[in-house]
């Protein structure tokens, strides 16, 4: 046999179809398909998974010792890379990967949520799994290691529930990686206004431009310029006091953003946010109190009636805590008025002689 024909029967070196096809099979199982991790059993693997693999690789015996033994690691990470980057490639690969390994983004787009709301998806998803994977990159400076698009909550429960965590794993630039991240909020329609406020400040101190902050967003212009108004005029400390507020829209927290200019309304807020009755009240409670003590007091003028001798009213006078106003009628007392302008200065000279 010649040797051209004996390399053309030779068969590629990568996965077959038919183990490529049992890892679709295992990345695409159900959570609750899958016992949690074992931390003790965990420590018998010696590979990490290479780019989103869904098991760890285990040691496996070697009859030719411990060269034989790295070798065939070696061709086995090999071909599982192969494999998964195959899948990756194609944009929709869910793997399964241990949480400990998958850090969160470097931009928050959510307030602390309660510890009820977390319980909620806990049970959930350890009696139903995890219907839902996140979406991650590979870490762009941590060799072996992932980075949180979104599902950040998500990772958190399988944390606590120390099982493997669902997810998509794509090759993500920083632009990309936020725009996923706000839109897959936007999609779900539970990020309040707040909390998309403080994402797009987060997003201009990295120095994302505008453009890629609206687009991760889905807003315009105007709304993104009301956005960064609101978090740059109500203290930081406030907005963590108050929370996420998932029933105050635009309008409320931009009324609340321009009475912070009055120095008493910060003071009065600050106040309020460390008292205990105001901590146990819930989120939108929170912003409806801060909201009532900022309101400016509306200051009540006082009205007053000057009389002639013989009861007829000549003068009226309105006092509020920014100015007097004195108005003369002219039909009672038609020349009051005009011996009043001409004594004004005699009179403002001899009230300053008395100070």
Do not use: C
């Not at 024909?5 to 199982?29: C, G, M, Q, Y």
């Not at 060269?67 to 192969?82: C, H, I, V």
């Not at 902050?213 to 108004?229: F, G, P, Q, R």
């Amino acid at each position: 046999m010649s040797r051209k024909a004996l390399f053309a029967n030779l068969k590629p070196a990568s996965a077959s179809a038919t183990e490529v096809a049992a890892i679709d099979d295992s990345e695409n199982r159900a959570a609750d398909d899958k016992p949690p991790v074992d931390p003790v059993r965990a420590a018998r693997f010696r590979s990490r998974p290479i780019l989103g693999a869904p098991e760890l690789i285990r040691t496996t015996a070697a009859p030719v010792g411990a060269l034989g033994q790295s070798l065939s690691e070696f061709k086995a990470q090999s071909e599982r890379a192969l494999a998964i980057e195959r899948q990756l490639a194609e944009g929709q690969a869910v793997v399964e990967l241990d949480p400990s390994l998958v850090d969160p983004s470097f931009v928050n787009d959510r307030m602390p949520t309660t510890k009820e709301a977390h319980a909620r998806l806990v049970d959930a998803i350890r009696d139903h799994g995890q219907q839902v994977p996140i979406l991650v990159r590979p870490h762009p400076s941590k060799n072996g290691r992932y980075q949180v698009a979104y599902g950040h909550r998500r990772l958190r429960a399988a944390l606590e529930l120390q099982r493997t965590v669902r997810a998509v794993v794509r090759a993500l630039s920083d632009d990309e990686l936020v725009i996923a991240q706000g839109q897959e909020n936007n999609e779900r329609q539970d990020l309040s206004f707040i909390e998309k406020a403080r994402f797009a400040r987060g997003l201009e101190e990295r120095g994302f431009k505008r453009d890629t902050i609206m687009t991760a967003l889905s807003v315009y212009k105007s709304d993104l310029s009301n956005m960064l108004s609101v978090v740059s005029r109500i203290p930081e400390d406030v907005i963590d006091a108050i929370g996420p507020a998932l029933g105050i829209g635009r309008r409320g927290w931009i009324d609340l953003a321009e009475r912070f200019s009055d120095p008493v309304v910060a003071t009065s807020v600050g106040d309020l946010i460390s008292t205990p009755d105001f901590l146990a009240l819930e989120s939108d409670l929170r912003f409806r109190r801060a909201h009532a003590i900022a309101k400016p007091s509306v200051d009540q003028p006082r009205f007053e009636s000057w009389t002639t001798t013989d009861g007829a009213k000549f003068a009226k006078i309105v006092q509020s805590a920014e100015k007097i106003s004195v108005t003369i009628d002219r039909k009672v007392v038609p020349e009051f008025g005009d011996f009043i302008l001409g004594r004004l200065q005699s009179l403002y000279e001899e009230f300053k002689s008395r100070q």
